[in-house]
């Protein structure tokens, strides 16, 4: 039942992105079209979808002049087509660029049926008597015709269904028989897993040390050890990630702590490696992006453990432990971190998943193929399917850990499981 | 920014004792208004001439105005335009040195010969507009869904099949008509339009059938559970990526829309949670007993209640939007990576640390923010 549900969830999740898409067109194969001045883009339509209006192509979506679109909408809703429209602006471009029609540059702008028949009309008859300037009024004539025989708003509204012509389901069957593109999925998602279990431990071990250090450090200092570690939470990761590259990747400030490869070196691995090859012989290559995104993390979950610390330090069994006899270190580092780590095991649940979005910025600034970077560069090329891919699948692992941590959870306090959490 | 939210950050963080349990939030405006006074592109005040200058929120001008002829006129000690360039200096200035015309650089110039300063000012009122109205934005609604959605738990909403056939229909509509709204094929005119209708034809449904026996359970209280579990395992700033490339080339308000509505089905839970509480204390008891309808109580005696849950929550919100921009505009995607932001100053000051001058202030300034929105609202217990 539980991963039925799970099922479910992930694939309302993609199919929400998929409304949400489809309401707005995809563009996969973007053309120019120039029409005069402006440049019209567009690109295939992906998102046939029937709750759209009928008029409505959805290459509209992606004219990028306001001005353009505003009328396109306009036009398109009294009965033209997308394609009569563009060609249309083009012969309005041409009519305005031709001396002494300035008073027809509106052409382009113009939102009325009526008013742009009207216009045409009043072209024609604006000709000059006789052949003065034979050359122009022919020009004329044959943009009037073709503006005629373009047809303007005499179309039959088409609707598209599910069906053979849905252009979204194509690309999805493509993207899915597209070994390469399923490959560079795969392997982003490797190499993020592995970069977020090396931050995770980092995190998590990073942690816990600072809190053990800061409830056994003097009472004296320790607003200041919690304002660092306040800093520390809310520091930009990508500020310390370019001052952390610029400092321990290159020999230009100091020869001494030139400690790690620098980034883009993984790049030159190649890249196609299994699990194992990546974790133990490459894993040098990411110790430092997840040295970096574990520092606000472990920052987070020590002021989360000196919390719960200072609470239980109050409790009459570590008065009772102290008179016994035993040290500082011991007490906390066993009794108090035992009793106050239950609501943490969600949180590491969450951390998890977390990390795996958590580490979008490092890769960037590293250049790691994971997830991160392939998302920015679906962004720069636009390639929808691949995000909604990306978005699925870490919302699925995000599903699978928040209930792995609740099993943990139950597991590690048996009073859990008569009640629901 | 990937990292698994505190339920309750006040609790996780102490200033030091000395500023324990006050609200530092005035701090900011007064910075703000400071800042402005000292370097500002526009006259801070300017009145006379056929019209009323305003220099605050100007971080869209290129160049600093011409000569001016005002009645009334407070002028700024430094008259920099954050797009200013001075191409005549070959390196950039470091803090507090004079370019060749003789204009002081408090904290430098970078390449271009841009002010850092004045880049600065413009990148705090990209961060507060932001953070002030993500958080007012997503405070305000999502109080108000929490609040019902706790409500109308202890007090169910019942409907005949026919409104409830109704409730959903109306749902499907308005959904609908806000996408074609989205694509532009729907004028906000016609928008409203069809909400008031709908908003008209439900409450007429429900004065006509005021008598009739209601049977169906309208299930509020359980929509902000959904969606929040619906919400939860999809990653914010992947989410972001995506809606950022379907909606093309989105404007700033575009982007503060987006950060609101990302954030609403964890505000409306979250703040549900803390309103329950309220719900089931007496004197909501008394109030229904009294007659009073629930909108009023929702408004006039649970939401009083709700004020220190929501400030931590939005404080939180606010650090969250600031941080989330600036990782943007850091990697250039969405508005506010070509304009003088925080981000976009981190970005251009580390590819060049011989410039670190450019880079430090907008770090310094982003901790500062970031910290101050999310301790600084902080409530004592």
């Known amino acids: ?421 | 920014m990937g990292r698994p939210e505190a339920e309750n950050p006040g609790d996780l963080m102490v200033w030091p004792r000395s500023l324990r349990g006050k609200n530092l939030l005035w701090i900011v405006p007064l910075i703000y208004l400071l800042l402005k006074i000292i370097i500002n592109p526009q006259p801070v005040i300017g009145i006379g001439g056929g019209k009323v200058t305003i220099g605050f929120f100007n971080f869209r001008d290129d160049q600093p105005a011409g000569a001016d002829d005002y009645d009334f006129v407070i002028r700024p000690v430094m008259r920099i335009s954050p797009y200013e360039t001075n191409l005549d200096i070959r390196n950039p200035l470091p803090p507090l040195s004079r370019d060749g015309r003789g204009m002081l650089h408090v904290l430098g110039t970078d390449h271009l010969g841009r002010d850092v300063l004045a880049g600065f000012v413009s990148g705090f009122e990209l961060a507060l507009l932001i953070a002030l109205l993500v958080s007012l934005g997503t405070g305000f609604v999502s109080m108000i869904m929490g609040v019902q959605g706790a409500y109308f738990a202890r007090f169910p909403l019942k409907v005949s099949a026919v409104e409830a056939g109704m409730w959903i229909l109306v749902a499907i509509l308005i959904a609908l008509s806000f996408g074609w709204f989205l694509i532009g094929a729907l004028s906000i005119i016609s928008l409203s339009g069809i909400i008031l209708c709908a908003v008209l034809v439900l409450s007429g449904i429900r004065y006509v059938s005021k008598n009739k026996k209601r049977k169906y359970r309208l299930p509020v209280n359980a929509l902000n559970r959904q969606a929040q579990e619906f919400f939860q395992p999809v990653p914010d700033l992947i989410l972001l990526l995506v809606l950022i490339t379907v909606f093309d080339q989105i404007s700033l308000w575009g982007l503060i829309l987006i950060l609101i509505l990302l954030r609403l089905p964890a505000g409306s839970w979250y703040l549900q949670g803390q309103a329950t509480q309220f719900i089931h204390q007496k004197h909501i008891d008394q109030a229904r007993t009294m007659g009073f309808s629930g909108t009023r109580i929702i408004f006039r005696h649970v939401m009083p209640l709700m004020a220190p849950s929501v400030r931590v929550f939005m404080g939180l919100t606010a650090s969250r939007a600031v941080l989330s921009e600036s990782a943007l505009a850091f990697l250039g995607i969405g508005p506010t990576g070509g304009m003088m932001s925080w981000g976009s100053m981190i970005r251009l000051g580390l590819s060049d640390l011989t410039m670190w001058w450019v880079s430090l202030f907008p770090v310094l300034g982003l901790v500062a923010v970031a910290m101050l929105f999310m301790y600084g609202s902080r409530v004592d217990k």
């Not at chain 1, 305005?96 to 027809?104: D, T």
């Not at chain 1, 066993?334 to 951390?351: A, E, Q, R």
């Open chain 1, 1 to 421: 039942m539980g991963l039925m549900r799970m099922m479910l969830k992930v694939t309302l999740i993609v199919l929400s992105v998929y409304f949400l898409a489809s309401f707005v067109s995809g563009r996969v194969g973007e053309d120019e079209v120039e029409t005069g001045g402006d440049v019209v883009r567009f690109g295939k339509p992906v998102f046939y979808f029937s709750l759209l209006p009928r008029w409505y192509d959805s290459r509209l979506a992606t004219v990028r002049n306001g001005i353009l679109k505003k009328q396109g909408i306009a036009l398109m809703r009294q009965g033209m087509t997308f394609d009569q429209w563009l060609s249309y602006q083009q012969k309005a471009e041409e009519i305005s660029k031709l001396p002494g029609l300035a008073e027809f540059a509106s052409l382009k702008y113009i939102t009325e049926k009526n008013d742009i028949l009207k216009q045409i009309d009043h072209l024609e008859q604006s000709l000059p008597p006789g052949d003065i300037d034979p050359v122009r009024s022919g020009k004329i004539k044959a943009i009037v015709a073709q503006m005629n025989g373009i047809g303007l708003f005499d179309r039959i509204p088409e609707v598209h269904f599910w069906g053979s012509d849905n252009v979204f389901q194509q690309s999805f069957i493509s993207f899915l028989s597209d070994g390469q593109k399923l490959d560079q999925l795969a392997m982003a998602f490797r190499l993020s897993f592995i970069l977020s279990i090396f931050a995770f431990i980092f995190s998590t071990t990073g942690g816990t040390g600072l809190a053990l250090w800061y409830i056994s450090s003097k009472a004296g200092i320790r607003w200041l050890f919690r304002t660092v570690l306040q800093i520390l939470y809310v520091l930009p990761v990508f500020c310390l990630a370019v001052i952390a590259v610029q400092f321990f990747t290159s020999s230009y400030y100091s020869p001494y702590i030139n400690w790690f490869p620098g980034p883009g070196s993984f790049l030159l691995l190649g890249g196609s490696d299994s699990f194992w090859q990546i974790m133990f012989e490459q894993g040098h290559y990411l110790i430092l992006p997840a040295l970096i995104t574990s520092v606000p993390l472990s920052a987070g979950i020590a002021l989360r453990w000196i919390s719960g610390m200072e609470d239980e330090q109050k409790k009459p069994y570590v008065t009772t432990l102290r008179s016994k006899g035993l040290s500082t270190s011991r007490i906390n580092g066993k009794h108090v971190l035992k009793n106050i780590s239950l609501p943490m095991i969600i949180y590491f649940g969450l951390l998890f998943p977390a990390l795996m979005s958590g580490v979008f910025l490092i890769e960037n600034v590293f250049a790691i193929g994971g997830i991160g970077r392939l998302s920015y560069q679906s962004v720069r090329h636009d390639d929808l399917m691949m995000l909604m891919m990306i978005t699925a699948l870490v919302a699925g692992i995000n599903i699978v850990f928040n209930k792995g941590s609740r099993r943990v959870m139950r597991w590690a306090d048996p009073r859990l499981k008569t009640q629901v959490i």
